[in-house]
T-cell receptor, first 108, second 113 residues
């Protein structure tokens, strides 16, 4: 069935760039999303990319999509301690299929 | 409303009891989704409504789970004969139409003792 995979943990220093990677299996996915979840909170939509694009930039966030390899990445520039959270990649072919989440830890 | 709201925010119940979880979507959104998030996992799809009808209920784990959306806005997820394994955060999302960006509510944390 459809599957989305992410690495579980990433630790960076404040001010560095963070890159969170994701792979998916459903080539018919029309949109790919990044959501942020802080402890005890719901899912906050960060950004998304349409499947016919290969890059989208939104302030400190850059999304890269390699459709051939079914690989998606989220780059956060100038990472801050407030960026510490769990980041979920999700592929949409109707319903959303989520990865297991990447826990980003930002050290001062 | 301004966003998706869910009630209650927390629910503690005993094994075997019946629970109802409510979702109030963004005003005007025709599509509504339920997901379940277990500890340390990503959300898993349960059911999708387009208007009043369930367009896809393939994620419901068994017949103890049922959801309704009788007037095409508010939805209720119903769980009969709860089991300890049902403990999770139940998330609701809505979108303007199907296959469009989904906006999530804060979730209901269900604990079955």
């Amino acid at each position: 069935g459809e599957d989305v995979e992410q690495s579980l943990f990433l630790s960076v220093r404040e001010g560095d760039s963070s890159v969170i990677n994701c792979t998916y299996t459903d080539s018919s996915s029309t949109y790919l999303y990044w959501y942020k979840q802080e402890p005890g909170a719901g899912l906050q939509l960060l950004t998304y990319i349409f499947s016919n694009m290969d890059m989208k930039q939104d302030q400190r966030l850059t999304v890269l999509l390699n459709k051939k390899d079914k690989h998606l990445s989220l780059r956060i520039a100038d990472t801050q301690t407030g960026d510490s959270a769990i980041y979920f990649c999700a592929a949409q072919g109707g319903k959303l299929i989520f990865g297991q989440g990447t826990e980003l830890s930002v050290k001062p | 409303g301004a966003g998706v709201s869910q009630t209650p925010s927390n629910k503690v119940t005993e094994k075997g009891k019946y629970v109802e979880l409510r979702c109030d979507p963004i005003s005007g959104h025709t599509a509504l989704y339920w997901y379940r998030q277990s500890l340390g996992q990503g959300p898993e799809f349960l059911i999708y409504f387009q208007g009043t009808g369930a367009a896809d209920d393939s994620g419901l784990p068994n017949d103890r789970f049922f959801a309704v959306r009788p007037e095409g806005s508010v939805s209720t997820l119903k769980i009969q004969r709860t089991e300890r394994g049902d403990s999770a955060v139940y998330l609701c999302a809505s979108s303007n139409q199907g296959r469009e960006t989904q906006y999530f509510g804060p979730g209901t944390r269900l604990l079955v003792l």
